[in-house]
């Protein structure tokens, strides 16, 4: 097993910014996150954001902007929601994997939307 990277396009609603990027698949991660320059290309004053603080896998604790709202898109799928600002590379959690309905292969290294529903994404809401 290796780490899978999906390429997925990144829309900011307001103002109407679309970028592709490559992003770094991480189901054991839970939010959006984007790079700085990420932000700001997608239109975003990282400054002006709101804060959220966050734990990172050391155990740290960290406040970062989160920006939005964002559309991610991936095939032919796509969800809304926000991002938050860090690292240096797009990173997938699983949030906006569950939104899309899609699924992860370790083995193969690669994300698929989700065979049970291959048309419209479902979601559990129980």
Known sequence: MGITYAEIALESIFPKR???VKALVDSG?????VPQHIAVQLGFDT???????????????KAVPMIGPLRV????RYCDLSALVLGDE???GAVPMEMMDLVLHPSSQTLTVN???PYV???LAK
């Open 18 to 20: 679309r970028l592709e």
């Open 29 to 33: 991660s839970v939010f959006l996150t």
């Open 47 to 61: 400054e002006e954001a709101g804060t959220r603080e966050i734990i990172l896998a050391d155990g740290s604790r």
């Open 73 to 76: 898109h991936f095939a032919d």
């Open 90 to 92: 797009p990173l997938l």
């Open 115 to 117: 065979p049970a529903s």
């Open 121 to 123: 994404p479902v979601a």
